[in-house]
């Protein structure tokens, strides 16, 4: 079976960094399977890389390693980590960039990756992608067990994920992702929702309020709206979703991450 290994940074595409990376897990393991998930990750933005990856991660097979490098602290004492869960392992820096899959896993266990022996010699302070953490990743998709990479840590670091609250009147949530065609994605899911009206009687009645835009009803595709008419929806990974028909919410509403939205029925 393949040895997959996805990979996802905020290095762009531009630059040498992307191939570099892959060169190394290529030269340490030539059997490896190098998938990448994204390159576009906003310079240094750790909860945009934990969320796209949360939202990733289970779509491949099981025993892949999963290599995320989003690392605003290279050089510094931030650690390298393993993080191993009952279906992937995830390789990177211990920054918080793998909060949802700690909320998200069943069972995980972290090590601090403190065998040199495994990183290219010398490393250099910029560039531990290439020369810790691909060859951590490549060693891993070689059978090497997790526990050989350093001591089990319990103190790894996790970014404050936004809760959705219950309220007299429905829900509460944030925006807490913007897609490339300016759809607001929210912490609001599927479940939340149809806890609020079990029998799905009321969803043509619900109001959806972010910013000073009201919202009434879900659709259940796109095309239901009008050119140009906000609309709200359950999207394919369960989050609700803000939208408009054929233009950019995001610009045409002048919302951002962060912003509350309010579910009434």
């Known amino acids: 079976m393949p040895n997959y ?63 995320a490098v989003v690392d605003p602290g290279v050089g510094s004492g931030r650690r390298p980590i393993v993080v191993v869960t009952e279906s992937y392992f995830f390789v990177g820096p211990d920054n918080g960039i793998f909060s949802l899959i700690y909320q998200n896993a069943e069972r995980i266990r972290v090590h601090h990756i403190t065998s040199t022996h495994y990183f290219l010699p010398n490393p250099g302070p910029t560039f531990h992608g290439r020369d810790i953490f691909a060859h951590v990743a490549a060693a891993l998709a070689k059978g090497v067990p997790s526990g050989n990479f350093g001591e089990e840590i ?39 929702v149809h806890d609020l009206t079990p029998d799905g009687g009321k969803l043509g009645t619900m109001k959806i309020a972010v910013g000073a835009t009201e919202i009434k009803g879900l659709k259940k595709f796109y095309g239901e709206a009008a050119p140009g008419e906000p609309g709200a929806i359950l999207n394919s990974n369960g989050h609700l979703e803000i939208f408009l028909y054929r233009q950019n919410a995001r610009t045409s509403l002048s919302l951002k991450r962060g912003d509350v939205i309010r579910v009434t029925l």
């Open 5 to 67: 290994i996805s990979l996802m940074t905020d290095y762009g595409t531009r630059d040498s960094f992307v191939g570099s990376v892959k060169g190394i897990i290529l030269k340490t393991n030539p059997q490896a399977v190098i998938v990448d998930i994204t390159h576009e990750i906003g310079p240094q933005d750790l909860w945009e890389a934990a969320f796209t990856l949360g939202e990733a991660y289970k779509d491949f097979p099981k025993g892949t390693i999963h290599l």
């Open 154 to 192: 319990t103190d790894f670091v996790k970014l404050s994920v936004p809760a959705v609250k219950r309220t007299d009147t429905g829900l509460e949530g944030h925006v807490v992702h913007i897609d490339r065609f300016g759809n607001l994605i929210t912490n609001i899911l599927y479940k939340d």
